[in-house]
């Protein structure tokens, strides 16, 4: 029997924040689906989230649940919007009653980036001077180059993307840690001085990919959301999320990671670190992806046996829990 949603002419509301990168992550979501579903019209809900409305507080200390996603989830569970498009980094790893990650999509490169003052143009993130300021509201981002960079200093800093470098160029740091994904699909791929690799910053949970969330039970909407699935990129996520959410941690803990799939076997590595980075606790784990959520599990368990809970109670005790 064929489903409705590809017969009858319909209308599915997609939720999306106002920044510029959300929207461009949107309106490729809403571009993708056309191609597959056209007798529905696709219409886009922006709105304003918490974390694009208090930019004067590091994020750390407003705390991250939800940051960045519950005036959309609001939308889903009053029925104002069908699904929502995040970047896959921002979605907490548990999600409210009634609603869930009905997809992600295709991961684009991973890694953070460095992007530099002009003056800095001839320097990578290795030769930088000391006391060169580094600006990141991560601190992920912020624990790993404190271990590897003890020399440099580091200083937040918040915004959309466009913002953040406007500060940058205006002389206020002298480089500042942004995602490749999210600059690349600004096309400000010539902002990229380094790709930082993951020997250096382990990525955040998720970055790279777009996770889209939407009500429980809705299979008409899943059915539609499921043709931009990619396996791979399923898999890992599912594994880097299963690791954050076993050691209770948000998008602003020190912690994390690096996967990859070569011939059914996936490998995940993981980091939890403290802030000032003299601490930090790495490890590995490798098994079937179709074990992927019990992969992160594993790994999460050998870093609590490593001291990783203790870390990170001190930081929650530092900066709140969220």
């Known amino acids: 029997m064929t489903s409705t949603i590809e017969t009858d002419k319909r209308t599915v509301r997609i939720g999306t924040r106002k920044s510029q990168l959300a929207l461009v992550q949107t309106y490729w979501v809403k571009a993708e689906l056309e191609k597959h579903f056209p007798n529905i019209e696709f219409e886009v809900e922006e709105m304003s989230t918490q974390g694009d409305k208090i930019l004067d507080v590091p994020l750390a200390k407003i705390g991250d649940k939800g940051l960045f996603t519950k005036e959309l989830e609001v939308g889903m569970l009053n029925k104002t919007t069908d699904f929502a498009v995040h970047s ?18 295709k991961r684009v490169n991973p890694a953070d980036a460095l992007v530099v003052h002009e003056k800095h143009q001839d320097k990578q993130l290795e030769t930088l001077p000391a006391g060169a300021v580094i600006g990141t509201s991560s601190l992920r981002r912020l624990a790993q180059l404190r271990h590897h960079y003890p020399h440099l200093e580091f200083k937040d800093i918040r915004g959309n993307v466009n913002t953040r470098l406007a500060k940058l160029d205006s002389g206020d740091y002298d480089a500042i840690i942004l995602a490749v994904a ?44 499921k043709v931009l699935e990619d396996s791979d990129s399923c898999d890992r996520a599912l594994a880097e999320r299963s690791f954050l959410r076993e050691l209770e941690g948000g998008c602003q803990v020190p912690i994390g990671v690096n996967t990859s799939i070569e011939d059914d076997q996936l490998t995940l590595v993981g980091m939890v670190a403290s802030l000032d980075g003299k601490q930090m606790l790495k490890d590995t784990v490798r098994g079937n992806r179709t074990e992927s959520e019990q992969l992160g599990k594993d790994l999460a368990a050998k870093l609590k046996e490593q001291g990783a809970g203790d870390i990170l109670s001190k930081i929650f005790a530092e900066v709140g829990r969220g």
């Open 182 to 225: 999210g600059l690349e699909r600004l096309d400000m791929s010539d902002r990229i001085h380094q790709n930082i690799p993951a020997e250096i910053s382990l990525h955040a949970v998720g970055q790279g990919a777009l996770g889209i969330e939407c009500r429980e039970g809705d299979e008409e909407i899943l059915k539609v959301l």
């Open 88 to 105: 896959l980094k921002d979605l907490p790893t548990n999600l409210p009653e009634g609603l869930m990650l009905g997809c992600i999509t």
